[in-house]
C-alpha cells in the first residue's frame, strides 16, 4: 500500500469517525450512525472526483472504503458513550482527518492536471467538504462558522504539499510535510484560537427588519 492510500484510507476512517461521534450527540440509531459515517468519511472525496471527472467515483471502483466506514459505525455505536467529551474529541478528529485528507486531496489534483492552483483548491474540498455535510446533517455548528480557521489549514497542508513536490522532495517527506503543517495550524487554531482577520461590516440585521 502506497502512502497516498494509506492518507487516503486513513482520512476516511477518521472522517467517519466524526461522523459517529456527531450521530452517537444526536442520539440516533445504528442507520443514523452508519448514514453519518459514511457521509462524513466519503464526502470529501466524492466532491474532489466529481470536481476532476474522476468517474466513477473513488469508492464505487474500491467498495472496502464503505466498510471503513462501515466498520468504524459499528465500534463507535457501542463505544461512543465512553468519551468524556464527544464534541471535543470529534473536533480533534476532524483536524486530524483533515490534514490527511488535504494532502491526499493536492496528490490527486496535482497529478490528473499538473496545476498547483487546481492542487489548492482539491486539497481543501477533500479536506473540508466530509465535515460541512456533516455538520449540515447533524445540525452541529459548521465548522465553516467557527471563529478559528480551519479552511486555511487545509489550504495551507496542501499548499506545502505541492511546493515540496515542485522542489523534487520524496513523496515520503512532501506527504509529511503538508500533514504536519495543517495539523500544526489546526491545532494552534484549536488551543490558541487562532482566527484571520474580518471584514468590517458589522453583522447583518433580522430580515424582518429590511422588509
Known sequence: MTILEILDYAGVAVFAATGALSASRKQLDII????????????????????LGAT????????????????????????????????????????????AYCVMGAAKGLAATGSPAVALVT????????????????????????????????LIGSGVF???????????????????????VRAGALRYGWTLPIGKAGPGRDPDDVM
Open 162 to 184: 505541492v511546493v515540496a513536490t515542485m522542489f523534487g522532495l520524496p513523496l515520503a517527506a512532501t506527504s509529511a510535510l503538508g500533514v504536519i503543517s495543517a495539523f500544526t
Open 56 to 99: 466513477p467515483v473513488f469508492w464505487v471502483l474500491k467498495p472496502t472504503y464503505l466498510l471503513v466506514c462501515a466498520s468504524v459505525s459499528v465500534v463507535l455505536f457501542f463505544t461512543a458513550h465512553l468519551f468524556y467529551s464527544r464534541y471535543r474529541v470529534l473536533v480533534w478528529l476532524d483536524a486530524i482527518g483533515m490534514s
Open 123 to 154: 486539497g481543501m474540498l477533500t479536506a473540508t467538504f466530509g465535515g460541512i455535510l456533516r455538520d449540515l446533517l447533524a445540525g452541529e455548528p459548521s465548522v465553516l462558522l467557527r471563529p478559528e480557521v480551519y479552511v486555511t489549514a487545509a
Open 32 to 51: 443514523g450512525y452508519l448514514f453519518l459515517a459514511s457521509v462524513t468519511g466519503i464526502g470529501g472525496g466524492t466532491m474532489r472526483d466529481v470536481v
